[in-house]
């Protein structure tokens, strides 16, 4: 049965649930990948963004708001619609929310490479083969010198270590991750290399579901 994927967004809400937690991590970081972009325009990009509860708040709140374009792009509309709602409701004009298929590389060809990209509660969904092919694609998607952010559980086989190093291969920092006892795994790396050109029309991912 497919997951009912606005349905998930209510453990968001739960103290102390993993997806809590794992917000509350994601959040953090995308507050220092804000703080540390280069003067001037910054372009952020937000991949299977859900109700963009990651990023909304975080770039409401920050002082650079205003020097950022945004793009989130999510398949369910609900969720789409309830992001969009935050959007304008916290006067995020320059904040686009796509509904489509967030897998599709053309959905972010004329806003990348990208200071800050956010792959969260993608690569817990996908298979491993398709998680080594995204964290290539990242290296495309990413601006030298920007953020990606990425989140995968950490129940065995536990993936992180091997995501961790997948990165490093494509010209990434180690970056951070949480503690495997969070339960969650939240990563952040710095592009270090320079962007390779996006394929047009590729699929990076298909989610199992």
């Not at 003067?39 to 990651?54: F, N, T």
């Not at 959007?87 to 959905?107: C, E, F, I, K």
């Not at 601006?143 to 490093?168: E, Q």
């Not at 590729?202 to 989610?207: D, E, G, I, K, R």
């Amino acid at each position: 049965m497919t997951r009912d994927w606005y349905a998930w967004h209510g453990d968001y809400d739960e103290a102390g649930s993993a997806l809590s937690r794992r917000l509350a991590q994601v959040r953090l970081r995308v507050r220092a990948a804000l703080d540390a972009a280069p003067p001037g325009p910054v372009r952020a990009i937000s991949l299977c963004a859900g109700q963009g509860r990651d990023l909304l708040p975080e770039l409401a709140a920050h002082p650079r708001r205003d020097d950022v374009t945004s793009r989130l792009v999510e398949r369910d509309p609900r969720n789409a619609e309830v992001a969009r709602s935050a959007a304008r409701a916290a006067g995020l004009s320059a904040v686009q929310v796509v509904t489509g298929d967030a897998a599709r590389t053309d959905a972010y060809a004329d806003l990348v490479p990208a200071d800050l990209v956010l792959v969260c509660g993608v690569f817990g969904n996908i298979s491993e083969a398709d998680v080594r092919a995204t964290v290539r694609h990242c290296a495309a998607l990413c601006a030298t010198g920007g953020t990606v952010l990425w989140t995968r559980h950490r129940r065995a086989p536990d993936l992180v270590p091997a995501i961790r190093g997948w990165f490093v291969e494509e010209g990434f920092t180690a970056g951070t991750v949480s503690s495997p006892a969070d339960g969650v795994g939240v990563g952040a790396h710095r592009f270090l290399g320079v962007p390779r050109p996006l394929p047009p029309g590729a699929t990076m991912f298909t989610f199992i579901e």
